[in-house]
């Protein structure tokens, strides 16, 4: 059974910092280009940040950049988002995903390009 498990939400205040984590099982994801994405309350699901199946190469929205930072450890078959300078805008579930297109560092940033998801991690970002 594949599965991606998200962890690491939780109530924060702005400026500071969270460290998601995306534990996947049931197959190897090692060959696919992994990513984040969230839904605010009431609001659509966003792309947020993407990485590589190497993680040679990373992508991110513009509302994160220079605060987010994706990245993975093969070995470990884990994916992380670090989160700094957080803002209330950033409260949202962080979902994890992982595409559907081996090998290829190209940018996925629709949720029809991702294949498996995780259920969500709550963050909660107080003013």
């Known amino acids: 059974q594949v599965q991606l498990v998200e962890s690491g939400g939780g109530l924060v205040q702005a400026g500071g910092s969270l460290r998601l984590s995306c534990a996947t099982s049931g197959r190897t994801f090692t060959s696919v280009a992994m990513g984040w994405f969230r839904r605010p309350p009431g609001k659509a699901r966003d792309f947020v940040a993407a990485?590589?199946?190497?993680?040679?190469?990373?992508y991110y929205a513009d509302f994160v950049k220079g605060r987010f930072a994706i990245s993975r450890d093969n070995a470990k078959n884990t994916v992380y988002l670090q989160m700094n300078s957080l803002k209330p805008e950033d409260t949202a579930v962080y979902y994890c995903?992982?595409?559907?297109?081996?090998?290829?560092?190209?940018?996925?940033?629709?949720?029809?390009?991702?294949?498996?998801w995780g259920q969500g991690t709550q963050v909660t970002v107080s003013s």
């Open positions: 995903a992982a595409s559907r297109f081996l090998y290829n560092s190209r940018r996925y940033s629709s949720e029809g390009e991702y294949e498996y």
């Open positions: 990485i590589s199946w190497n993680g040679a190469i990373t």
